[in-house]
Every structure is written in structure tokens, then in C-alpha cells.
């Protein structure tokens, strides 16, 4: 898969704007970023867009620029000039495919129907934007096209919100969501970019949607495990269940010999482990790669922060 598209899957979100004031242009892209979310489309709705991109390419070169509502080739031609890293496009034209072709950008063309869903096969993409998403059926559409069209990807824009996203993002076909919600013109025109801020960080913790999955105490010995983890169940009321290394009870697990972490460990759970992981990556933090676990189908379900954090090592588990 393309590095840039690799990139939107592991963002995750497409925050979509539309800049008509050009001093609103790096506040806003500075929202998106200061949320952790360094990706933003910026829509051919308005004049400003090639100098949007532009300004954001030259200003803030770590920030993954898009332009949408590309519908003309010359629009490619502009955004390709200005820096964008990628093309979206409301729709599938032949002409506006190849010229970003030509041009070696990454183009998702929206595609709404099986007809279109095919052009896009013949024109040898793989990903595209699933455009009106809600009005044109939504998740269900997308699942019933998934028997013919099993290896298209799809990015789905329009109607995407706080409460539909995660269902979206949840299904295996989607690359990543899009939308206005983080940043709606009401927004923009108000100069509220801490609302932009603060939408996209709650689109962020819901997508994580990260929550402590277990705390895993280090015994010295079975007999100790046996006791910390009787204690706490009959305290609580907790059921035990044993296994070779540990003894799981409530949120405990009593290991039978010290195991990682000087004190122990804490698992914290997320809904896509792999986004969680580019996000700490991108924020310096580092894994132990020699700790990853991995389901029978070779899926990775648990990864081992490299450093520990007040003497517990610390790892992000697959819901
Ligand atoms: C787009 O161009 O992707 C859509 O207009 C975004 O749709 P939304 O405003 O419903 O998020």
C-alpha cells in the first residue's frame, strides 16, 4: 500500500475544511495538530485552497496536506504545485484519476455505487472515498459491496460524526473516516480553533477509545499468587481464573513469578492497537518489538512500551 495512504489508516481520521479567510488557514491546521491529528483535506471550495495548501506545506511540513473536492484536472495541477500529499475527489473522473496518476499523488475517488467501484478497479486503485457515505447507504452499503468488491478499501466522508464513527472505523474495509465534524463552518467563521481542538481530540480518545484492561502484580512465588489473588476475590467477590503463569481476579493479575515491570504491569486496552502505536510512535515514545504478541491468525494483540513508567511496564492490548 502507498506510504501516504498507510499514513491516513494509521491517522485514522480525515478532518475535511473549507478555508475562506487565508489567515485562518495554520490556527486551523494547528487545532488538528495540537490534537495529535497532523492530516487535514482542504476542500477546492473555495479560492483559497492552493495557497492553503501551500501555506501549510511550507509552514508546518510534518502536517499530512490533502486537497478535496478536487473535480477538474487543473485543480490537480494547483494542489500538486501548492504541495498536497494527496487527492480527494467527490467523484470518479476518468480524467482527474490519470492526471494524479501522472503526477505520482495518491487519489481517492469517490465512489458511491458498484458502477463506480468498478471504474475505480479499472483504473488500478484499491482505496477510495465512499461519497455521500450516510445518504448512500452507510456501513450497510458498505458491507453489501464488500462480496464483489472484497479488496476495495474505502475512505467514507459525508454525514460521519462523533456518534456514527467508531462503527465505521470498527469494520475491516475502512480505511479511515472523514469529515467536517472536527472543524464545521461554524467553527472556522468564528475563529473558535480551541472547539476544532477539542472536537478532534474527543474524535481522537474515541477512536482509541483506550480503558485499563488489567494491572498485573509481579509475586514472588505460586503461593503468593495464590494468596494476593484469594484475598482480593473474596474481598470483592471477584471470580478466579487460573492459569500456567498467573492467576487473573477482577482487574489483577497475581503472576505466579516476577515477570516485566520492577513492581508489575498495566494493560491498557484500545480499539485499534496498531493507531495507538503510530500515535505514541509519532510522539517519541518507543515499544519493545521483542514483547509483541500475537493472536493464531498472526494478528499483533499486545505491545510492551520499551521504557517502564513508575516502575511498571506498560502495554496496549487489542479490545
Ligand atoms: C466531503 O467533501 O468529504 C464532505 O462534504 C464532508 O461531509 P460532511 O460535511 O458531512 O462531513
Redesign the pocket.
Same mark, same amino acid.
Given at each position: 500500500m502507498d506510504e501516504i495512504i498507510r499514513k491516513i489508516g494509521l491517522y485514522g481520521i480525515v478532518p475535511?475544511v473549507k478555508i475562506e479567510r487565508p489567515e485562518d488557514t495554520l490556527p486551523l491546521a494547528k487545532a488538528f495538530c495540537n490534537a495529535g491529528l497532523p492530516v487535514m483535506e482542504v476542500?477546492y471550495r473555495t479560492n483559497n485552497a492552493e495557497g492553503a495548501i501551500r501555506e501549510i506545506t511550507t509552514e508546518m511540513p510534518d502536517m499530512l496536506v490533502g486537497a478535496?473536492?478536487v473535480i477538474e484536472p487543473s485543480q490537480v495541477e494547483s494542489a500538486v504545485k501548492a504541495g498536497a500529499k494527496f487527492i480527494v475527489t467527490?467523484n470518479l473522473d476518468v480524467e482527474v484519476v490519470k492526471t494524479c496518476q501522472r503526477h505520482n499523488i495518491p487519489v481517492l475517488p469517490g465512489c458511491a455505487t458498484p458502477t463506480d467501484i468498478a471504474a475505480a478497479m479499472s483504473l488500478g486503485l484499491n482505496v477510495v472515498k465512499f461519497?455521500p457515505a450516510e445518504a448512500s447507504g452507510g456501513l450497510s452499503m458498505i458491507k453489501a459491496m464488500n462480496g464483489p468488491f472484497g479488496m476495495m478499501k474505502f475512505l467514507p466522508? *459525508? $454525514?460521519?460524526n462523533l456518534d456514527n464513527m467508531l462503527d465505521y472505523l470498527k469494520n475491516d474495509k475502512i480505511l479511515a473516516v *472523514? $469529515?467536517?465534524?472536527m472543524a464545521n463552518e461554524g467553527f472556522v467563521r468564528d475563529g473558535q480553533f480551541d472547539r476544532v481542538e477539542m472536537m478532534t481530540h474527543l474524535a481522537m480518545f474515541k477512536m482509541y477509545g483506550f480503558s485499563l484492561a488489567h494491572i498485573g502484580i509481579n509475586c514472588g512465588d505460586e503461593q503468593e499468587a495464590k494468596k494476593w489473588a484469594g484475598l482480593m476475590a473474596s474481598m470483592f467477590g471477584f471470580d478466579c481464573d487460573e492459569g500456567t503463569g498467573a492467576i487473573f481476579t477482577g482487574c489483577f493479575e497475581f503472576m505466579k513469578e516476577p515477570y516485566l515491570g520492577e513492581r508489575g504491569h498495566i494493560a491498557i486496552a484500545t480499539n485499534f492497537l496498531e493507531r495507538a502505536m503510530f500515535r505514541f510512535e509519532t510522539m517519541g515514545f518507543k515499544f519493545d518489538r521483542s514483547q509483541d504478541k500475537f493472536n493464531d491468525r498472526g494478528d499483533l494483540r499486545a505491545a510492551y512500551f520499551a521504557d517502564e513508567f513508575f516502575g511498571f511496564a506498560v502495554h496496549l492490548i487489542q479490545k
Open positions: 475535511v476542500t478535496g473536492t467527490p461519497f466522508t *459525508g $454525514g460521519i *472523514g $469529515g467536517t465534524f
